[in-house]
């Protein structure tokens, strides 16, 4: 691209929709190919069309970018699997149907899934000021967790550790998605038939 493109001011009192555009901008250029490694702030300003000074009124470096990025991302994962989940009235129904649509965001939007485990990982331990919840993927974490501590109360799954059942079974999930993505020539299995073993060896769900 040439000269940059001249982004129009934001009225007074929108720096929100600044920093909105910053982290699209920024998924954007993810998505398409450029690594967590060469994504630079003046990539982001010259998509945008801001200078890059502008860029560290919201974000003090690339790190926090690529935070940014990482949670919107997850968010998205997370509102794709609670709607998948709304129209099931039983506990392991819904599981089910959130294992599901979890290989489906994934095959569905390559782009946006491989930008969530691109980014580099955060601290395990919340930075000072910010709450746990806040942290990018804990939400779509605690979403899963409940739902197999909601099986095992309910007696439609083997009682265990539930943290360790959740981290298990996403894992499971992780690596199917990314075999299928990477791998699209292979003869895999029916989706559903991965995901009720899946099921049945993590958390010991009977078949649906």
């Avoid at 720096?15 to 450029?34: K, N, P, Q, S, Y």
């Avoid at 560290?56 to 794709?80: C, I, K, N, S, W």
């Avoid at 699997?81 to 129904?93: D, K, N, S, V, Y």
């Amino acid at each position: 691209m040439g000269a940059e493109r001249r982004r129009v001011r934001n009225p007074r009192g929108e720096g929100d929709r600044l920093r909105r555009d910053l982290i699209d901008a920024a998924g954007r250029l993810l998505g398409e190919g450029v690594t967590h490694e060469a994504l630079s702030l003046r990539a982001v300003a010259r998509e945008v069309g801001i200078a890059t000074t502008s860029v560290y009124l919201h974000f003090p470096d690339r790190t926090a970018l690529l935070t940014a990025v990482y949670q919107e991302r997850f968010g998205e994962l997370t509102t794709f699997l609670r709607e998948a989940a709304a129209g099931t009235p039983e506990p392991a129904g819904q599981l089910r149907a959130c294992c599901l649509a979890y290989e489906r965001f994934a095959l569905e939007r390559p782009n946006a899934y491989r930008v969530l485990f691109d980014v580099p990982g955060i601290q395990q331990d919340p930075p000072p000021g910010v709450a746990r919840e806040d942290l990018p993927g804990v939400l779509f974490f605690d979403t899963m967790r409940g739902l197999v501590e909601r099986c095992m109360d309910a007696g439609e799954a083997r009682r265990a550790d539930p943290v360790l059942a959740t981290t298990c079974l996403i894992a499971a999930l992780h690596g199917m998605a990314s075999l299928r993505i990477n791998r699209p020539s292979y003869p895999w299995p029916p989706i559903e038939v991965v995901v009720d073993h899946l099921l049945r060896t993590q958390v010991g769900r009977a078949s649906a």
